[in-house]
């Protein structure tokens, strides 16, 4: 953590003195001290130990969960959610889909962990586990099922969440993700209605948040940036939230995943 | 919070997703999304939940597709009619008040105490360049460096200089006067800012003392 700090200390030095440079020139340098040693290791630790530990009123580990490629199987599972569950009958992403199970296997109450806070109790286990599945799928390509009806209707419904345009300053997710190049202050934002590139955008969380010594699923991602839209607040797991999952992944398909990633 | 009109919304939606030979048409996918969003996000704090119907700028301007002109033209026609000007046509303020606002970018969210314009920010620079001598600047809206003198502002009080003075209070009031479907919040119409503080906004463009302008 030490180091962690003096990077950032470095980062915020080279930034002053070297206003010339770009300032996209300057991040990438900061971003790239930082991956030296990504603390969403101790996430991943904490994730593949819950996977395998006993736990919650049945006592049982989710080492049985279905991601989607079958029971148990955890590599390449990341880049092909959101997707179609025959036994819930939904569209689920990660997050929403890792409560199913440790509600089914487990014996947790998922409506009790949809509903607690982020970073407390069963939400922060379910980051961890988010973070060690997203990890085992590092370096694969993104490939999210659409052969499903509910698939390809979540896909169009997604598209519709993202150009809703509302709220006390008239955003939607597109007035800063429509288009190419573009930045806030000096972050680059990344043109989500297409493939944004490897790393980029879909393909970079859950990561590990500098600024604020956090851990963020997608989930958190998203609401965030709704906080920021100056939207009310979006339900964990809701509809629109796993429709924009969708989207954005079925966009990214061919872009290799990078989660979890740092950011600043 | 959730209203009558949803019911029959998620109706539709469930026949849809039972219906599953037959693709659903754009404009039961247009239903299906608008019953989602309003039964999936409630109040917090100071962002309520009706802060999700859209008036019809907002409802035309939520595709990847123009509106049609008929539509975009009425839009620009009310939000023009909407503008309020300045009381005693009193349009410049103090460009080193205006700074202070274009820099910050706080104000409406749910983690916010007050929806007062008072604890609001302009949030300029999170979209635009502005004094050069600040390098954190976004790319969204154009650069807006040298924005009275490129102009020809001199004296903001010349009556030569009225109209484009009127036409940046306007932009900043309610910008879909201009373009119907413009990214730029609407800083009067919304209540995003008051009088006072747009009028140091527009001392920071337009003022030739303004650092902007030199």
């Known amino acids: ?264 | 919070m959730i209203s009558k009109t949803l019911i029959p919304a998620l109706l539709v939606a469930s026949a849809v997703v039972a219906g599953c030979a037959t693709a659903p048409s754009p404009q039961e996918l247009d239903t299906l999304t608008l019953g989602l969003m309003k039964a999936s996000f409630r109040d917090e704090g100071i962002a309520k939940a009706d802060r999700l119907n859209q008036d019809l700028g907002q409802q035309a301007c939520s595709s990847d597709k123009a509106p049609a002109e008929s539509v975009a033209k009425q839009i620009e026609a009310e939000a023009l009619a909407s503008i309020k000007w300045p009381s005693g046509g009193q349009y410049i303020g103090d460009w080193r008040e205006g700074e202070k606002l274009a820099q910050s970018g706080r104000g409406m969210t749910w983690t916010d105490a007050s929806a007062d314009p008072k604890a609001n920010g302009a949030n300029c620079y999170n979209c635009h360049q502005i004094d050069k001598k600040e390098i954190s600047y976004g790319t969204i809206g154009p650069s807006l460096w040298n924005y009275g003198k490129l102009r020809g502002v001199k004296d903001v009080a010349d009556p030569a200089t009225a109209p484009i003075v009127q036409y940046t209070w306007g932009k900043m009031w309610n910008s879909k006067a201009y373009a119907a479907c413009s990214n730029m919040p609407r800083f009067g119409h919304a209540k995003l800012l008051n009088e006072e503080q747009l009028r140091h906004v527009m001392a920071l463009l337009l003022d030739p003392k303004s650092p902007v302008n030199q």
């Open chain 1, 1 to 264: 953590m030490r180091r962690l700090f003096a990077a950032t200390l470095l980062a915020a030095a080279s930034t002053a003195s070297f206003a010339q440079k770009s300032a996209a020139d300057g991040i990438a340098e900061y971003r790239a001290m930082l991956a030296d040693g990504n603390p969403a290791e101790l996430f991943e630790a904490k994730g593949e130990a819950l996977w395998k530990q006993k736990r919650g009123p049945k006592n049982a580990s989710l080492e049985q969960c279905d991601l989607g490629k079958g029971p148990g199987v955890v590599k390449g599972a990341f880049v092909e959610l959101p997707r179609y569950f025959a036994d819930t009958k939904k569209v689920q992403d990660l997050e929403t889909r890792l409560v199913t199970c440790m509600e089914m296997l487990q014996g947790f109450n998922g409506a009790e962990i949809a509903k607690t806070p982020f970073g407390k109790d069963e939400q922060n286990n379910l980051t961890a586990l988010a973070t060690w599945i997203a990890a085992e799928s590092r370096g694969l390509r993104f490939n999210l099922p659409q052969g499903h009806g509910e698939e390809k209707q979540m896909y169009e419904v997604g598209k519709r969440v993202f150009f809703f345009r509302a709220g006390p300053m008239d955003f939607s997710c597109a007035s800063c993700h429509g288009e190419d190049g573009k930045r806030i202050r000096l972050q680059d934002l990344p043109n989500l209605t297409k493939n944004p590139g490897d790393g980029v955008g879909f393909a970079a969380w859950p990561a590990y948040r500098v600024s604020n010594g956090q851990m963020w699923g997608m989930q958190l991602r998203l609401n965030d940036c709704y906080r920021q839209q100056r939207f009310p607040y979006p339900g964990f797991g809701s509809e629109p939230t796993i429709a924009l999952g969708v989207y954005m992944g079925v966009n990214a398909r061919g872009a290799e995943s990078i989660a979890p990633a740092i950011k600043r």
